[in-house]
Structure formats: structure tokens, C-alpha cells
């Protein structure tokens, strides 16, 4: 069977300038969202998203211009479909020295990340006997440098570091592509993911500083397990490095270290 895997970005990528309380800057956060879709359920996902279109009454689904409402009525309805959900988790406050390395390039940080990202569906690959080759992605187009980002997973894949790295074996570099927005259906769903994760650990002025976990509750059944636990995080849902580096709010980190797939 073939595959597609689609990747969107939520929050910024920029490093140099943080937003704080006090301070504007980029988001504290970025999120990457993904979902895997069989080739064979393109037209059946393509119809339920313009369904889901229709009884919203938008032209497309973009979780930034949808109400509260729609975007739980979205989730809770194309969660009926069958594809499979992958996200990585960034809080810019942890790269430390790391950040002084890359001397604040956002584009190597937003590859860095994406690197995580296909790390986890690598290990769903790998447990599923699923080749490389078997497995087109897209990224939504947008200002990174691809070129570069197929040249670190390469790398990676021919020095690898550690058990982890060591999963890209199974992403095939070479497949890595871009689509512009609005181009191909199924992104809208790895835009939806994105902007779960993203929802879920942000905190602004605009929410009175609230996360909303809603979103991603909704889709948790969609997203990669552990076989034994149904525990998303660490297999589904990548937190950069450990969960609680990400320096959330204590309900919201028992939310996302309790969170299941079933």
C-alpha cells in the first residue's frame, strides 16, 4: 500500500526574539502537525473535508479563521476517517545552547524539528514494515529551505547518532516535497493537527493566558500509539526533549501525559 504523509507548521519559527508578557516577539511555541493518509482513502477524505466545508460554509479549512465551535465540529468529524496523526512540541526557551550554535537560524531550527517529527512516523514504519519508498510527503509551502532539510534527514540517515536518528532510515529524503496552500485536500488535516498542538500549549493576551486542549482531545484517536499503553506522547506526539521541558501548566501537562488514543 502507498501513503502520503502531509506536515504543516503552527507558531513561528523565529528564535532571536521570543514573545514574553511584557515583550513582543515570536510565539514561545511551534508546533508541527502531520497526518499519514493510504493513498486509497485520498477521495473519501477529500470528500468528507468538502462536506465539512459546506456545512461550515467556507471555501477551505484553515483552523485560524474558524470559530471555537467549527473547529471542534471539524476534529470530531473527519476523526471518522481513517489516516493517522504525528506532531512534534517546541518550547523556544529550552534550545539554550543550542540556539547559539545555529547562531538563531530559524530555518535550521524548523528543520531540526522537522526532523523529530519524522522520527515518530519513522518508528511507526518501522513497526508497521512499511518501506521508504513507499511514502510521499509534502510539507505546506512556506519560507524554510527544503533543500536543506532533505540534506539533514540524508545525513542523519547515513551517520546516525542514536536509536532515534536511526528511524529515518525509513523516510525516504528524496520524497520530501512541497505543496502550495490550498493545493491538495488532505493538508487541511495537518493543518488541524498543528493548530491543536499549537492551541494546547499557547498562551497570550488573546486566550487570557488559557490553553484549549479541546481540539487535540478530539483527535486523539486518530493519533500513533503505543501498541501496549495507547499512550500518544513519545510515539504520536514528539515533546522537545521531554515533556516536561516544555514548562507547561499542570493541568495541561497531565492532560498530555495521561492523553491516550483509546
Given at each position: 500500500?502507498k501513503y502520503?504523509?502531509?506536515?504543516d507548521?503552527?507558531?513561528?519559527?523565529?528564535?532571536?526574539k521570543?514573545?514574553?508578557?511584557?515583550s513582543?516577539?515570536?510565539?514561545?511555541?511551534?508546533?508541527?502537525?502531520?497526518c499519514?493518509?493510504p493513498?486509497?482513502?485520498?477521495?473519501?477524505?477529500?470528500d468528507?473535508?468538502?462536506?465539512?466545508?459546506?456545512?461550515?460554509?467556507?471555501?477551505?479549512?484553515?483552523?485560524?479563521?474558524?470559530?471555537?465551535?467549527?473547529?471542534?465540529?471539524?476534529?470530531?468529524?473527519?476523526?471518522k476517517?481513517?489516516?493517522?496523526?504525528?506532531?512534534?512540541i517546541?518550547?523556544?526557551?529550552t534550545?539554550?545552547?543550542?540556539?547559539?550554535?545555529?547562531?538563531?537560524?530559524?530555518t535550521?531550527?524548523?528543520?531540526?524539528?522537522?526532523?523529530?517529527?519524522l522520527?515518530?512516523?519513522?518508528?511507526?514504519l518501522?513497526?508497521?514494515?512499511?518501506?521508504?519508498?513507499?511514502?510521499?510527503?509534502?510539507?505546506?509551502?512556506?519560507?524554510?529551505?527544503?533543500?536543506?532539510?532533505m540534506?539533514?534527514?540524508?545525513?542523519?540517515?547515513?551517520?546516525?547518532?542514536?536509536?532515534q536518528?536511526?528511524?529515518?532510515?525509513?523516510?525516504?529524503?528524496?520524497?520530501i516535497?512541497?505543496?502550495?496552500?490550498g493545493?491538495?485536500?488532505?493538508?487541511?488535516?495537518?493543518?488541524l493537527?498543528a493548530?491543536?498542538?499549537?492551541?494546547?500549549?499557547?498562551?497570550?493576551?488573546a486566550?487570557?493566558?488559557?490553553?484549549?486542549?479541546?481540539?487535540?482531545?478530539?483527535?486523539?484517536?486518530r493519533?500513533?500509539?503505543?501498541?501496549e499503553?495507547?499512550?500518544?506522547?513519545?510515539?504520536?506526539?514528539?515533546?522537545?526533549?521531554k515533556?516536561?521541558?516544555?514548562?507547561?501548566?499542570?493541568?495541561v501537562?497531565?492532560?498530555?501525559?495521561?492523553?491516550?488514543?483509546?
Open positions: 500500500m502520503t504523509l502531509y506536515i507548521e503552527s507558531g513561528e519559527a523565529g528564535i532571536n521570543v514573545r514574553t508578557d511584557t513582543g516577539g515570536a510565539t514561545p511555541y511551534m508546533t508541527l502537525g502531520a499519514l493518509v493513498s486509497s482513502y485520498e477521495n473519501k477524505i477529500a468528507r473535508l468538502a462536506r465539512i466545508q459546506e456545512d461550515l460554509n467556507r471555501s477551505h479549512l484553515h483552523c485560524s479563521e474558524l470559530s471555537h465551535p467549527q473547529k471542534v465540529y471539524y476534529a470530531r468529524t473527519i476523526a476517517e481513517k489516516f493517522l496523526c504525528f506532531g512534534m517546541s518550547e523556544k526557551r534550545l539554550g545552547a543550542y540556539s547559539q550554535a545555529i547562531e538563531g537560524d530559524s535550521k531550527y524548523y528543520n531540526k524539528c522537522a526532523q523529530y517529527l522520527e515518530r512516523v519513522g518508528l511507526f518501522k513497526m508497521k514494515d512499511i518501506e521508504a519508498d513507499d511514502v510521499s510527503i509534502f510539507f505546506e509551502e512556506a519560507n524554510f529551505n527544503y533543500s536543506a532539510l540534506t539533514l534527514i540524508n545525513r542523519c540517515q547515513e551517520n546516525p547518532i542514536n536509536e536518528t536511526k528511524l529515518l532510515r525509513r523516510i525516504d529524503h528524496l520524497k516535497r512541497t505543496s502550495p496552500k493545493d491538495k485536500p488532505s493538508m487541511q488535516i495537518a493543518d493537527v493548530h491543536s498542538l499549537f492551541k494546547s500549549v499557547d498562551k497570550s493576551k486566550n487570557f493566558h488559557i490553553p484549549e486542549t479541546r481540539y487535540l482531545n478530539e483527535l486523539r484517536t493519533f500513533f500509539n503505543c501498541p499503553t495507547a499512550k500518544i506522547i513519545n510515539f504520536g506526539i514528539k515533546p522537545v526533549h515533556l516536561p521541558e516544555l514548562k507547561l501548566d499542570d493541568d501537562h497531565l492532560f498530555f501525559k495521561n492523553l491516550k488514543a483509546r
